[in-house]
């Protein structure tokens, strides 16, 4: 494996001399293989990632917003390197493709375990990016995007008639009652909270909403924190990064890393932190935090949507192995939207109100 993995890693222009190799072990994620790579010389690390085949695209668009961050001078984003096929990825002659970037020391830090200045630090990067990539809205926006992100196109009917298939095929399934909650209850709310929702975007949409760069997928795996949990030192895995609303990275990280019902004293006073401290570096009109609640709200009932979609495929592939533990997980989830998705919405409310 090592013979292997080096001789890729002398297609990428690091020229390093590797001490060793580790294989980093990952749940799910689509990058199948991830290697920590040290030099010997000075003992600089590298991660080398085999990456899906199709992901080009995705590197060569990450690669150029990152360069434009660390061209001026943000540093905590990791560099990915240029391989000798004229490009930021490699495929190798049995048709592997890999891309390889500098590795970030550090740590992850769980929900639970952030408090307020982990919450702030965090804020400050984030709104100092977004601050940085509006500064040069204009070389940002020669970058080729095909497309760009919607609040609205994340809601939009083709979404949403994909979930009422994944649903109606649900309901053919033999479920236990326990289980019926999900169809009944979660059903009903989802349509009646999505309709709601989807009428309160499209007014935010209709009015001049701040765009720029964004990450799109700025949680718990993709942050890397300093030894205390405190200060971030990157920011990575810029794969999805695409033009669309400052508010949407805002909203995402809220909704998938900072809420947590288990301890209302706890979200409310990281989730003001949070917005304070982004709002001091980058900016959100009036108006725009208005719309905070909303946006956190349609994240979470968006997650409903490709649960019920795995909860569907659990029931169709674990019907002998391993039977219940994955559809527990979802099910967990997609009831726990159900259950908690008022009250997430009124502490934002209350929270945004005194913003
Ligand atoms: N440049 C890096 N520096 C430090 N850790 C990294 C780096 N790239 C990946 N990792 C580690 O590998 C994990 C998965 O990598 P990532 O690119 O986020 O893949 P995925 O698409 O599966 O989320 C990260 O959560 C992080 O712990
Ligand atoms: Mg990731």
């Not at 970058?143 to 109606?168: C, K, V, W």
């Not at 890397?224 to 030192?233: P, R, Y």
């Not at 706890?266 to 709002?279: E, G, N, Q, R």
């Amino acid at each position: 494996m090592r013979e292997n993995i080096e001789s890729i890693v002398k297609h990428f222009n690091t020229y390093i001399s590797i001490k060793n190799i580790i294989k980093l072990r990952f749940r799910g994620g689509p990058k199948s293989h991830i290697f920590l790579i040290t030099d010997k010389e000075n003992n600089k690390k590298y991660i080398l990632k085999k990456i899906p085949n199709d992901y080009d695209v995705k590197v060569e668009k990450s690669a150029i917003c990152t360069n434009i961050l660390r061209n001026e001078g943000i540093y905590i984003i990791p560099e990915y390197y240029y391989s000798d096929q004229n490009n930021y990825t490699y495929k190798s002659k049995n048709g592997t493709t890999w891309e390889m970037e500098t590795y970030i020391d550090g740590l992850n830090c769980k929900p639970l375990e952030i408090n307020s200045k982990t919450a702030v630090s965090l804020a400050y990067q984030i709104g100092y990016i977004h601050k940085v990539f509006m500064e040069i809205n204009d070389s940002v926006l020669n970058i080729n995007f095909e497309s760009e992100i919607d609040f609205i196109n994340m809601i939009d009917d083709t979404q949403h008639l994909r979930t009422i298939n994944y649903m109606n095929e649900l309901l053919t399934y033999n479920i236990p009652a326990k289980d019926k909650l999900i169809t009944e209850i979660y059903w009903e709310k989802y349509q009646q909270v999505r309709n709601e929702i989807f009428n309160n975007i499209r007014n935010l949409t209709k009015k001049k909403i701040n765009k720029t760069l964004i990450h799109r997928d700025i949680t718990f795996g993709n942050i890397i924190f300093d030894n205390n949990k405190e200060n971030v030192t990157g920011i990575i895995d810029w794969d999805t990064v695409m033009l669309g609303a400052n508010l949407q990275d805002v909203c995402y990280t809220i909704g998938h890393y900072l809420v947590d019902t288990r301890n209302k004293a706890h979200t409310i006073d990281l989730v003001s932190s949070f917005l304070k401290a982004y709002i001091s570096t980058s900016d959100l009109s009036k108006y725009e935090i208005l719309y905070i609640p909303e946006i956190v709200d349609l994240f979470l009932l968006r997650t409903t949507g490709w649960r019920t979609k795995n909860y569907l495929n659990s029931l169709k592939e674990n019907k002998n192995e391993k039977p219940y533990y994955y559809v527990n997980v979802y099910k967990r989830k997609i009831l726990y939207w159900v259950k908690k998705r008022d009250k997430i919405k009124n502490w934002l409310e209350y929270i945004t109100n005194k913003l």
